[in-house]
């Protein structure tokens, strides 16, 4: 919607085709303004609530200050004051939902491999339990030498563990194969989520330690008396 209307302000020199979805814009924007202003957080995303006021200031002041640009543009009937007001407006305002985003990606394993990273040493085994983080390699610096172990999935890694059945056998088990591995001399860290942790671990009574947590996932090494940190 936005790109069509910015492309017609740049095109159009006369003539008034521009000043209705100006309006329309300004609607939006104002709406848009007050939203950020009445929604409440999500109540099981208490990690929401430190960036949540600066977001609603930056949408509220984006939004406010495209307006008045808006504003000014239909007064002197200067298409190119709308089109810098739209573009800038749309542009900080996205620029902040984007950086306030991380405080919402709770999919993420940044916690819990900063957790581990200080402490994992090289012989040490990593293990993602019925998932595979996709971003834990990256924050914990590993090569292909130390890779982790993956339990019982596969997902978008199936076409390569097809391929290579011999090479990935080590490294993709089953959960006995784990439970077996888990409970060998040496340290293992394993991350899951929190309902996998109920099913294999409370229940199963595996030795372990809980290092850390996330709304979604949580860390465990494979000895009962570990310092916490």
């Known amino acids: 919607m936005v790109g069509p209307f910015l492309a017609k302000l740049w095109q159009e020199r006369r003539g008034t085709g521009w000043r209705t979805p100006t309006w329309i814009f300004i609607a939006l924007a104002a709406g848009l303004a007050v939203a950020a202003c009445v929604a409440r957080p999500p109540a099981d995303h208490p990690e929401l609530l430190p960036s949540l006021s600066a977001l609603r200031a930056m949408i509220v002041l984006a939004m ?3 307006i008045w640009s808006c504003l000014s543009g239909l007064r002197r009937k ?21 950086l306030a985003g991380n405080a919402y990606d709770s999919a993420s394993t940044k ?16 293990y993602n339990l019925r998932f595979y983080a996709q971003d834990m390699p990256f924050y914990l610096d590993l090569d292909l030498k130390k890779l982790v172990n993956v339990v019982l999935y596969r997902g978008e890694l199936q076409f390569g563990v097809e391929a290579e059945p011999e090479a990935s056998a080590e490294r993709f088990i089953d959960v006995p194969t784990f439970y077996k591995q888990w409970t060998q001399p040496g340290t293992a860290y394993a991350v899951m989520h929190k309902w996998d942790y109920e099913l294999c671990f409370s229940k199963e009574q595996l030795p372990h330690t809980v290092l850390g947590a996330t709304n979604r ?13």
Do not use: F, H, T
Not at 79 to 98: D, E, Q, Y
Not at 112 to 122: A, D, E, F, N, T
């Open 78 to 98: 200067n298409p190119r004051r709308v089109l810098a007001a739209v573009a800038g407006s749309c542009a900080v305002a996205m620029l902040s939902v984007n």
């Open 111 to 126: 916690p819990l491999s900063m957790i581990l990273k200080p402490i994992l040493k090289p012989e040490d085994r990593i």
């Open 64 to 66: 406010a200050g495209g």
């Open 217 to 229: 996932y949580c860390l465990v090494v494979n000895q009962a008396n570990w310092p916490k940190p």
